[in-house]
């Protein structure tokens, strides 16, 4: 597996980790339909919440959430939709995004709720 896959398998760990200390009930990962992924599907507080998750050795290149782009968000809306309609949800929504910086023994996590609407 290429070094970028295996730190992004990384960052999903760690997220999840984060999010389940953090009182998060862990529905999916890696969830898929045809076109799309979302890395993490949770419950808190009775929202549904779809997590994107990017993680960086370091911020040389601008932080982890900064790649997240309009396009990006685009996808997990429709992503989320799919899963939406999938699972028959009428839970309220929000999307979150989980930002890793370092490694897997010395990381910082910052964590970003309601980071995008749809409306964006």
């Given amino acids: 597996m290429a070094l970028h896959n295996d730190l992004g398998k990384l960052g999903e760990n760690l997220a999840v980790d ?5 009182g998060f009930n862990i529905l999916e990962r ?7 992924e979302i890395d993490i599907i949770a419950i808190k507080d009775s ?21 997240i782009s309009l396009r990006k968000q685009r996808n997990l ?12 949800s009428d839970l309220e929504t929000r999307f979150d995004v ?17 980071a995008f609407s749809p409306f964006d």
């Fill in 47 to 67: 929202f549904l919440v779809i997590v994107e998750v990017k993680m960086r050795t370091n911020n040389n290149y601008g932080s982890p959430e900064d790649a």
């Fill in 98 to 114: 989980i930002a890793v910086t370092g490694t897997e023994d010395q990381h910082s996590i910052h964590h970003i709720p309601w």
């Fill in 77 to 88: 809306v429709s992503a989320a939709e799919a899963y939406i309609r999938e699972k028959n």
């Fill in 18 to 22: 984060f999010l389940i200390e953090n």
């Fill in 30 to 36: 890696n969830w898929r339909n045809r076109f799309e």
